[in-house]
């Protein structure tokens, strides 16, 4: 059985992480932190959890950490990761870090987002970027894994077949994604108080959301050449759940037919991305680690979908998946 | 025209209130108060006002607000308003108080349920309670009207025939309701942070809510003897209105007809009182100062449903219709 | 492995069945079965499947049925189901019906509430009720299962204890709920259209609701004298779960102490009902088998809470805790 | 006093129409028809009606018509509002049509998108689009108006400044949309079903939505040049409200300060757009007839955004906007 102990449990991808390990027939909870305000037992903590789990998220204490876990999952925020994760490899763990502190490849892009200095350089150059469908030979050696972030997940499964197959330019994608509450976490603000979120929808992060350079970034990497995206999230009164739709320019015609084939040819293999003749909703795939995505021609134009849960498939199931495949296990335990 | 301030115009109920002086045609908004740090251009406050109104609202300044006033929508939060309302008459106007403060006649129940002092007993004895369909002639005479709360004005209008008939026992009255989360406020809290809130229905306030004492006073008055009322409140995934479900038992056999009869009777002439021949529901009265109920017995009790919007016939609307009262106005101006 | 076929797979319970049923260790789904108009691939009548399940959702054939199988679950509506049952007994299966049809032990009460004649009064005899928490040895001596109604398990599990030890008056029970919408099935409604239910709620079957006998009866059983019930549903606007306040008066002084005491006591061994020291919310148990309950006073009566997910421990969970028992397996399996 | 029939009152557009007529203080609600199995006092069929308005819906009387009524609010579907507007025209009376069947200029466009031969050439020819903010003048001199999309109207508000200057390139613009539900109309379906609605989004209409060739009409009559664009619509889990997000292609370097000034003076003298500094949300406009835009540019794109409430400046509000113009009534009555 792997160890596992998740960093940062008390929010929801610690709690949908934990929902998923209960499930795992060959990996176990084995040490559960947080900062000591957010302690408990997980049963107080979540109550969902009543009577499914009796562990106690706990103040981290990394001699205990190195005694108790193979691996962590990391939940810890952007910025606040990079201090701990050099100390959890130290420790002698695998990391799968849910954080964006490892998936920006160029530390100054990184530092523009993120409005910080990047204090781990080497680490960074290391992590693998847990995209399992792109990236599943290096995750495999990884003994850090960058999580993706929720957003580039759903988008870069809704374009990679075209970016591999060189078919769109690459200067004129445009992401549009609406996202589900949740995305924000675990605490209230004004803009997710429930009279102002509810029966309402809005753009946010208009030109500086920090999942732009990440999206480009890995979309550069499969397309071989730089690619710039416009990506302008959107919010919506549902709890869970990532629609993204995707415009991009054919560099040559193309038919339906073609695009189908080539998306049915690249994920056919993949046990967790479903090519779909018409487009998903994301109910079709809220509570799972699945990807639904559709692709068709408007106008001239390329238009993909795709469909995931922004908790599971966009963090916790990822995190999972990437878990099971650096340890070597069937990529889809506990995930189906 | 009336001149109307509120005071403390920056939360839901000054809204509303604001919304709904928009478009009276015989009232106008002339001073908008707030906390320093919660002023601005309403437009800026609230964005829906963009376009629609210029006005600012300000600190208060008793001196102007006796310049520019008649009457005071006083929004202020229980415990607070009690503070400034005698400033508020001291300037010569009406008030309408939305707060607690001035509704409970008894004290010690006020201090017991709210954990304070009452500092303005004379003020407090001769408030007017204001429910127009119960104390019409009173609110017509007085300079300070308490604007009930939102669940007593629907368990009220649910019950207040068959108290004031005198066909149930008053000691075995339970009164079930749900409610809208708005009536939380505008502040950001854990408990209606949208991914808590959503997809969620809980009971609160067990045994405990303020607004118990208040429904057992009022329809102590309206029986003429003391009445005994199990209150449960509960809130639901949604933004507006309260249903309110009313379980009592008759002192003698009564039919359906009876019943029915009874209560187009008694509210025969009320503009914003509405029976009906089936189960209401609330999305046939949000955004309007409607109560639509319906009464029918099961089982050798009797059933009354009453829907209201909390925020419009539960608060802002009701304060409206007083004020027209109060002005001997017609008293559906501004709200039809 | 035991062999599952799903009668009428094609609706709300038949997905949770599935769902539930692909990650059950020592239970495979065998055979799914639909009206013709209704079949085809699991994964085109439900997306969510795509890549999970393989399977055809065929028309019914008995002879099929026989040697594919070991036990049914019957998800036909009420008064359909009594017509397929007697076949799938005969066929050799254990059969969980979900319908109402074999619940209702007295006929006449049946044919009151569902307006039609009971054409199989034998099975009806013999059929065991599924709540394992009050009759887990009859279940796991049957071959008929009638499981429950959503609103009875929920009911029946708040106030089960109090039944039991004789605590309260048995002719003034309430029991007020309120259930998401999945509750109203698949086919569409003027009532359950997004535009008329969202940001509704409201009262329905008052006095006439099918559970009202069902929860009497299993309340009359509990208690060992008759019950009556006064049950009043109310639907909101969310997807999934049921919230049942339930008011009932004590036969004598009972400390809120001694009600937790009672309650700990009684659920102390059942994995699936958590007694809680605050109300719960349904968003706590949607999505898993578990039933979370409260009890406390207020103003001398008792007031019970319980949370249930409709369609898991409302219908498709307990049946497969149900189908455990019935065959000797983990009740758990499957369901956590 | 204006006298306003509407025909084909018991749908959503119907509701608000009437409710926008009942605050209305120089037009009045004169004659209601429906199909004859719609029909019935208004109290009935829109309980929300009780104790305001005490109409009824009767069959289409063209001589009652004639005798009752100076203008008609037509609110047939599209094909079918074709048949009837020519006897509202002959009944002497000016149209204000909700259909498309008045909008699309080239009757061939016309057939294509809707699937049926057009029928009334000669009015189709004169009918005024009534979109006040484009096209006020052709309106006060119309006996026909064409009200638009409510797709149209949010998308073509977002950019009409942008075409008008000709800042734009006319061959690339991309309206991403997300509407909700009550754009289905009242009729139930399995995707608008609450349950599957409910915690989801998806898009629809790809490539074919009859919206398409509205938006390309117009904005090539603002940019007085052909104009193609990709328009794709979404539903989400709300009742109200359109979101529009416009991707388009400067034609050369424009700041965003230049883009906002553009806006400003475009709108500065328009009642019902209102231009914002930061991006809007459907709740700032729903329930009103205004519309608001922001616009900026990301990554040498221009972004804007628009928000409107789909059934009032969407449909019943703008048409009694056009009323108001075709009569020659303050434009804003009725309406703020």
């Known amino acids: 059985m792997i160890r596992v102990a998740i960093i940062g449990a008390s929010g929801y991808t610690g709690a949908e992480s934990i929902k998923i390990l209960l499930g795992h027939s060959e990996a176990e909870l084995a040490y559960l932190t947080a900062l000591a305000e957010e302690c408990g037992a997980v049963a107080d903590v ?29 939940c810890l925020p952007h910025k606040v990761s990079m201090g701990f994760v050099p100390k959890l ?17 160029d530390v100054s892009v990184y530092e523009k987002f993120y409005s910080v200095e990047h204090t781990d350089h080497a680490n960074l150059a290391r992590a693998a970027f847990g995209l399992p469908e792109l990236f599943r030979e290096k995750i495999k050696d990884a003994d850090l894994v960058a999580n993706p972030g929720c957003f580039p997940t759903g988008a870069l499964l809704a374009i990679a077949p075209l970016l591999k197959e060189g078919l769109i330019k690459t200067d004129s994608i445009i992401v549009n994604s609406v996202t589900g509450a949740s995305g924000a976490g675990k605490n209230p603000s004004s803009k997710f108080h429930f009279p102002n979120m509810n029966e309402n929808v809005f753009a946010y992060g208009i030109g500086v959301h920090r999942h732009m350079p990440e999206i480009e970034q890995i979309a550069g990497e499969v397309a071989g050449s730089d690619v710039t995206v416009l990506f302008q ?60 995505v559709f692709v068709t021609s408007v106008k001239g134009r390329i238009v993909s979908f795709s469909a995931i849960d922004n908790i599971v498939k966009g963090a916790s199931g990822q995190a999972i998946q990437n878990m099971n495949v650096a340890f070597g296990l069937q990529e889809t335990l506990g995930l189906i």
């Open 89 to 105: 490899l130290g420790a002698g763990l695998k990391v799968i870090d849910f954080s964006a502190d490892y998936r920006l490849k």
């Open 233 to 292: 999230p959107h919010v919506g009164p549902f709890d869970r759940g990532i629609l993204s739709t995707v415009y991009s320019e054919p560099v040559k015609a193309v038919s339906d037919e073609q695009l189908a084939q080539l998306y049915d040819d690249f994920y056919d293999a993949e046990p967790f991305v479903q090519t779909r003749a018409d487009a998903p909703g994301v109910k079709d795939v809220v509570g799972t680690n699945y990807c639904h």
């Open 46 to 74: 979540f109550p969902q959890f009543k009577g499914r789990c009796d562990l106690e998220i706990e103040p981290l204490d990394l001699d205990k950490l190195a005694q108790t876990a193979d691996v962590a999952l990391c």
